[in-house]
């Protein structure tokens, strides 16, 4: 919390909106809108974005596996972080426990295939559910920011190798 002193020099307590937001019932919208896009993409990944990436160029399939690894990514991390806010909310984390998880958390955008010749080529469902998810990363990454500030870059971390990590787990090499 921050304070301010008034101009009679008596300290007052200013209200951060986010952190009163992410600790209220007027939390579970988001939340919510966060397991339905989980939900949404898994459905779609598994059913009709099979046959849909089938139907595309192979530039657009390349395109569209690197874009679905990224997608799920970006959700896995922000469903962390919502899961871990609602355990905050409902009483079962203190504020410190959940400061202690959400540096496993990263919402700091990992980029997307939209600039690429191919994305138009895209299943306009699966560019949806993209681009949604994008919008609630930003979003959950402010409400982060606004709520424990900026995070501590850590220098030792390796963006590429990090990357590389997650296509050997997900290829299984």
Do not use: C
Request: negative net charge; charged residues 25%.
């Amino acid at each position: 919390m921050t304070h301010s002193v008034l101009d009679h020099g008596e300290p007052t307590r200013t209200i951060k909106l986010a952190e009163r937001l992410a600790f209220s019932s007027s939390f579970q919208p988001i939340f919510d809108e966060g397991m339905t896009l989980v939900d949404e993409t898994a459905a779609y990944l598994d059913g009709d974005g099979r046959r849909d990436a089938r139907a595309i160029s192979r530039g657009a399939a390349t395109l569209y596996a690197a874009e679905s690894m990224r997608l799920t990514t970006r959700l896995m991390q922000v469903a962390s972080w919502l899961l871990l806010q609602r355990a905050a909310n409902q009483g079962d984390m203190s504020r410190a426990q959940v400061e202690a998880e959400k540096v496993k958390v990263r919402l700091d955008g990992i980029g997307g295939g939209g600039d690429s010749p191919f994305y138009e080529e895209l299943p306009l469902a699966f560019r949806d559910l993209v681009e949604r998810a994008v919008m609630l990363e930003r979003r959950v990454a402010m409400l982060d920011r606004e709520i424990y500030g900026e995070p501590q870059l850590d220098a030792s971390a390796n963006p590429v190798g990090e990357q590389m990590h997650l296509l050997r787990t997900a290829f299984a090499v």
